[in-house]
């Protein structure tokens, strides 16, 4: 039976308003078997978010040691020791973590693991140090819940099992426990803030408090650990649905001895090397950055929902971060999911991959779509439309069906819906690869035309010739459209280069008639410090997003416009730091740490991003140049345990704010895209030849060029107001119709009923002859509801 040990009511409530913590992490890990459904990230020695029972759920914000001698010092881990951080084994996520006090006086030992098989975080710890020193030592732990991703509406409870005492948290019917191998002598449940364990040990080096409860708030466990018998223990944290859950789960993890159930961690984790490529020799780090990116993409899978994997575990500038925002970025985004399983492919490991793909077939959205991003369960979170991101489960299937990985799953029909939603929505997107503006953005199109070129061959495959040649018509009006699209002729970045691509040509989604000139519009850049521009030209906005055309075969390395463009990023965003060259997304970025080396807070200055790095290693390896210098400076980037950050400090060293140039900022680290995008990297260079690149695309845009039809397309979401003589003009809508057109000024009219597809679109063609001078013009009779448009459409000749 449980007791609650009494009745005392911890004074302060709520407690002062709750943060998480810093992003950059030192360590994430979890056992490689699915029955361990816990996940655990490290940071300044201490261990930080603790995810359960799916990764995309943080239930604490830290668990740490304070030190005292009862009389004259008072230490905290994680701010007042110097820490380091080792792996353990090269092919597994366990960590070694030495916190030593300033003066060598001692030295707390601790290995972090998760239990292979039961959701229980263990960290063995052994204090170390002159055996008259440490024998005066009060050690306690300090765990600060933060159940079912919040601070807020936390309860704690001293409570009595089994004849031992030891400390819980409950929110919502989650259950968190804190116990060890070795007993507390004291414990206490507190308000954040006030009424503490911390706040009690920084007054007068004593635990002074000992409350049995804090209910509804922001809380701390402190227990004090009874160290007469050993300086040598297990500390355990575990979860569960039912307190009893939770309870049974911790005292049969801590039952089995530490070093048993390191043993059986590490050897499941050596499972996961069958089948890997050995690339270590293409590496200039023996290979650990590549096993170690193995396994943390491999840790960011969820294990209730099988082949879902989140973009990382951490939050960035989580520590400036009001919980309430419970993103972070433990969510699923299919541009860095699918990046991730690539990179699992590009390293030999398929079986991810496949469950990520049905994943992504059972997450679709009934249009066709996909949320900009979404929780494990399939829940949207942020709503926004990405374009990119619809094109991707339809690469990784063909990534999958040209590596000829059996798949007893129909795809099909996933794919099918997703080419609808490209050519419906099309060609301008709500918001590009860096999710903030919409209009037409080379990365995406490139993004896109791959999808549909991919699309069309299954297609084609399936025996339905018609429906692949019109998916790869809509793909080929996009490749025709992509230099008059994006590419400006007015550039006054780089004096002598005029024509380059740009980031993005704005326009409003919403807008029948968008802007589709590249030397016209402002781009409205967000995250903007206060009292600064937010607006600029869009001409003088340019990220590497171009490079993406040349990745998959819709454009050769060599072209002059991608060789200008090159110059031009360089020129602009290119970061040499001490590890090799970083660039940035874009110029004038407001994602990133503030200039004084502050957090993000909603603005601040976009940093470099070491997946720039491996995108344009790619690109070197595409034009013939040397990738050795790329390799070398991602795992420069790269943390002492081998963790990729999203961004890295770009100017000279700031100290005092723990900012060094070419070292990880607040923002996200470890980052899954980059880490793909390095092992994809190895394997280009081994292969000399573009992981990603399709040869399908390159032999539709780079070889003998087939004769394709010069499509010009009138959409409802894109009514263009002119066509080149020569052209066809192709009327889209999405219901069927027949067209009321004439070619000159309505003296005659035809009837022409458009041609139904499988991909919810209807269409008319219209033969613009070379000697065509009148004005089309057109209206609609719905045949569904047998009513005329109501209007007429007019689309000039030129």
């Known amino acids: 039976m449980v007791k609650i040990i009494g009745q005392e009511q911890a004074f302060g409530s709520p407690g002062i308003d709750p943060r998480w913590t810093h992003a950059n992490k030192d360590a994430v890990g979890t056992a490689y078997f699915t029955s361990s459904r816990v996940w655990f990230t490290v940071c300044n020695g201490v261990v930080t978010e603790v995810y359960h029972p799916t990764v995309d759920k943080p239930q604490i914000r830290d668990l740490q040691y304070l030190i005292s001698d009862g009389k004259s010092f008072f230490h905290e881990e994680k701010r007042h020791l110097e820490s380091k951080v080792e792996q353990m084994w090269t092919h597994g996520l366990g960590y070694r973590v030495t916190n030593s006090d300033p003066q060598g006086r001692y030295a707390a030992i601790k290995e972090v693991i998760a239990d292979p098989h039961l959701s229980c975080i263990l960290q063995h710890t052994k204090l170390i140090g002159e055996r008259e020193f440490i024998s005066q030592l009060q050690l306690y732990a300090l765990c600060a819940p933060h159940l079912e991703v919040g601070g807020r509406g936390n309860n704690g409870y001293v409570i009595e099992v089994a004849g031992h005492q030891i400390l819980t948290a409950e929110k919502a019917g989650r259950w968190m426990v804190l116990g060890a191998t070795v007993p507390f002598s004291r414990l206490s449940c507190g308000y954040v803030g006030q009424s503490d364990g911390w706040t009690d040990l920084a007054d007068n080096f004593q635990m002074d408090w000992e409350f049995d409860r804090a209910l509804d708030g922001n809380i701390a466990l402190t227990g004090?650990?009874?160290?007469?018998?050993?300086?040598?223990?297990?500390?355990?944290?575990?979860?569960?649905?039912?307190?009893?859950?939770?309870?049974?789960?911790?005292?049969?993890?801590?039952?089995?001895?530490?070093?048993?159930?390191?043993?059986?961690?590490?050897?499941?984790?050596?499972?996961?090397?069958?089948?890997?490529?050995?690339?270590?020799?293409?590496?200039?780090?023996?290979?650990?950055?590549?096993?170690?990116?193995?396994?943390?993409?491999?840790?960011?899978?969820?294990?209730?929902?099988?082949?879902?994997?989140?973009?990382?575990?951490?939050?960035?500038?989580?520590?400036?971060?009001?919980?309430?925002?419970?993103?972070?970025?433990?969510?699923?985004?299919?541009?860095?999911?699918?990046?991730?399983?690539?990179?699992?492919?590009?390293?030999?490991?398929?079986?991810?991959?496949?469950?990520?793909?049905?994943?992504?077939a059972t997450s679709q959205q009934e249009d066709g779509g996909f949320a900009q991003n979404f929780w494990v369960n399939g829940e949207p979170y942020w709503k926004g439309i990405q374009l990119d991101e619809v094109g991707f489960p339809i690469?990784?299937?063909?990534?999958?069906?040209?590596?000829?990985?059996?798949?007893?799953?129909?795809?099909?029909?996933?794919?099918?819906?997703?080419?609808?939603?490209?050519?419906?929505?099309?060609?301008?997107?709500?918001?590009?690869?860096?999710?903030?503006?919409?209009?037409?953005?080379?990365?995406?199109?490139?993004?896109?035309?791959?999808?549909?070129?991919?699309?069309?061959?299954?297609?084609?495959?399936?025996?339905?010739?018609?429906?692949?040649?019109?998916?790869?018509?809509?793909?080929?009006?996009?490749?025709?459209?992509?230099?008059?699209?994006?590419?400006?002729?007015?550039?006054?970045?780089?004096?002598?280069?005029?024509?380059?691509?740009?980031?993005?040509?704005?326009?409003?989604?919403?807008?029948?008639?968008?802007?589709?000139?590249?030397?016209?519009?402002?781009?409205?850049?967000?995250?903007?410090?206060?009292?600064?521009?937010?607006?600029?030209?869009?001409?003088?906005?340019?990220?590497?997003?171009?490079?993406?055309?040349?990745?998959?075969?819709?454009?050769?390395?060599?072209?002059?416009?991608?060789?200008?463009?090159?110059?031009?990023?360089?020129?602009?965003l290119k970061v040499n730091t001490p590890v090799g060259p970083c660039w940035h997304r874009y110029n004038h970025d407001g994602y990133g740490q503030q200039e004084d080396g502050s957090p993000y807070t909603g603005w601040g200055k976009g940093r470099a991003w070491p997946l720039l790095t491996g995108e344009r290693g790619h690109y070197e390896l595409a034009v013939g140049g040397d990738v050795k210098t790329y390799i070398k400076a991602m795992e420069g980037f790269a943390s002492d345990t081998c963790l990729l950050p999203e961004q890295v400090w770009d100017e000279a060293d700031r100290p005092e704010s723990h900012m060094y140039l070419g070292r990880p900022t607040?923002?996200?680290?470890?980052?899954?895209?980059?880490?793909?995008?390095?092992?994809?990297?190895?394997?280009?260079?081994?292969?000399?030849?573009?992981?990603?690149?399709?040869?399908?695309?390159?032999?539709?845009?780079?070889?003998?060029?087939?004769?394709?039809?010069?499509?010009?397309?009138?959409?409802?979401?894109?009514?263009i107001d002119k066509v080149k003589k020569g052209y066809t003009l192709r009327i889209h809508a999405l219901a069927s119709f027949r067209l009321h057109w004439s070619q000159d000024d309505w003296q005659t009219v035809k009837d022409t009923p458009s041609t139904s597809t499988k991909l919810g679109v209807d269409f008319v063609d219209i033969s613009v002859s070379n000697n065509q001078q009148q004005p089309i013009n057109f209206t609609f009779f719905w045949i569904e509801s047998s009513k005329w448009e109501q209007r007429n459409y007019t689309v000039l000749v030129e």
């Open 224 to 360: 004090q650990l009874n160290l007469d018998e050993s300086h040598e223990f297990t500390l355990g944290l575990a979860f569960g649905t039912t307190l009893h859950n939770a309870i049974s789960t911790l005292f049969q993890s801590l039952n089995i001895p530490f070093q048993q159930q390191k043993q059986h961690y590490i050897e499941q984790w050596k499972r996961s090397r069958q089948g890997i490529k050995p690339l270590e020799n293409i590496s200039f780090d023996d290979g650990n950055l590549y096993h170690h990116s193995i396994s943390l993409l491999l840790a960011h899978e969820d294990k209730t929902y099988p082949g879902a994997l989140i973009a990382s575990l951490a939050i960035p500038w989580g520590e400036a971060k009001d919980d309430q925002d419970q993103g972070g970025y433990h969510l699923v985004w299919t541009r860095d999911m699918v990046s991730s399983v690539s990179g699992l492919l590009a390293a030999g490991e398929t079986e991810t991959a496949v469950r990520s793909l049905i994943y992504l």
């Open 395 to 572: 690469l990784l299937a063909w990534l999958l069906h040209q590596q000829k990985i059996p798949l007893n799953f129909d795809i099909y029909p996933m794919i099918l819906r997703a080419a609808g939603y490209l050519i419906r929505h099309g060609p301008a997107t709500q918001q590009e690869r860096w999710e903030e503006n919409s209009g037409y953005s080379p990365s995406t199109l490139a993004s896109n035309i791959a999808a549909l070129i991919c699309a069309a061959q299954f297609v084609r495959e399936r025996g339905d010739e018609v429906t692949a040649k019109f998916i790869e018509e809509y793909a080929d009006f996009l490749e025709c459209h992509v230099e008059v699209w994006t590419v400006t002729t007015e550039g006054t970045l780089v004096p002598g280069i005029n024509r380059h691509y740009i980031r993005i040509t704005p326009t409003d989604i919403n807008n029948p008639q968008p802007n589709e000139n590249p030397n016209q519009g402002t781009l409205l850049i967000s995250s903007q410090p206060p009292g600064e521009p937010a607006e600029f030209p869009a001409k003088e906005i340019v990220d590497a997003g171009f490079l993406q055309l040349v990745r998959y075969g819709i454009r050769k390395p060599d072209d002059p416009i991608i060789v200008d463009s090159v110059k031009v990023i360089d020129a602009v």
């Open 666 to 719: 607040g923002s996200a680290m470890p980052l899954m895209w980059a880490h793909a995008e390095y092992i994809k990297l190895l394997r280009s260079n081994h292969d000399n030849q573009v992981f990603d690149f399709i040869p399908e695309v390159a032999n539709r845009y780079l070889g003998e060029r087939q004769e394709c039809k010069l499509l010009e397309m009138w959409k409802f979401n894109r009514q």
